[in-house]
């Protein structure tokens, strides 16, 4: 069965520090693995992805995250932090490739950006 | 172009009650998933509809089911109330080979 870690349940990070959000999975076969943020009382938002290629992945507001296959793991990361990336941040997982699979969410690190 | 709507935004039930949550997909969009956010929590899957026909499900009772409409809108019904049904209710759609697009959930509260 597939499963997602995410062993922080809380980051604290001072602005304009690099910061990483840890997220390591289990899954059978190639693992689709999904980063999401929340901000209060909302619905998640999709930061990135990972399907296959490039380690490295890049998305949405400066988040990049690398997947590491050897670790099982998919760490999210910025160079850079704003106090408005303070946030729920959610490491997510999809046994396969089609929308078919369901995807598993992981439970969630709160990332406090301190000005 | 609109993204997935849900509605109510928010509910008060009674325990024992019955509850349905509406989910409008993001346009262009045929598959349909809910799923459960506990306080604290990560959401946890509840099922996904696709072609009208519920597609998988997760570790949820069968006080919980759903319908899927031709227009790809999708419904969660919840029988039998209880108080841990408290939680926010997230719909999310996606089309084959892409993926989710949440709506903003349901916030319901049983007392």
């Known amino acids: 069965a597939q499963s997602v870690a995410q062993p922080e349940d809380q980051v604290n990070v001072a602005e304009g520090n690099p910061l990483t959000v840890k997220c390591t999975y289990s899954?059978?076969?190639?693992?689709?693995l999904f980063w999401y943020v929340q901000y209060p009382n909302r619905g998640l938002q999709f930061l990135l992805k990972?399907?296959?290629?490039?380690?490295l992945v890049k998305g949405s507001y400066g988040f990049e995250a690398e997947f590491n296959k050897s670790q099982t793991s998919f760490h999210l990361k910025k160079p850079s932090a704003l106090v408005s990336d303070s946030a729920l941040y959610f490491c997510a997982v999809r046994a396969g490739r089609t929308s078919y699979d369901k995807v598993i969410f992981g439970p969630g690190t709160s990332l406090s950006v301190i000005p | 172009d609109a993204g997935v709507t849900q509605s109510p935004t928010h509910l008060i039930k009674t325990r024992g009650q019955q509850v349905t949550l509406r989910c409008s997909p993001k346009?262009?969009?045929?598959?349909v998933s809910w799923y459960q956010q506990a306080l604290g929590q990560g959401p946890q899957f509840i099922f996904q509809y696709y072609e009208e026909e519920e597609r998988q499900r997760g570790n949820f009772p069968d006080r919980f089911s759903g319908h899927q409409f031709p227009n790809y809108s999708s419904e969660l019904n919840v029988n039998a109330l209880l108080l841990g049904d408290s939680a926010l209710y997230l719909c999310?759609?996606?089309?084959?080979?892409?993926?989710?697009?949440f709506g903003s959930g349901t916030r319901l509260t049983v007392v």
């Open positions: 346009s262009g969009h045929d598959t």
């Open positions: 990972y399907i296959t290629g490039d380690n």
């Open positions: 899954v059978s076969g190639n693992p689709y």
């Open positions: 999310a759609s996606s089309l084959e080979g892409h993926g989710y697009t």
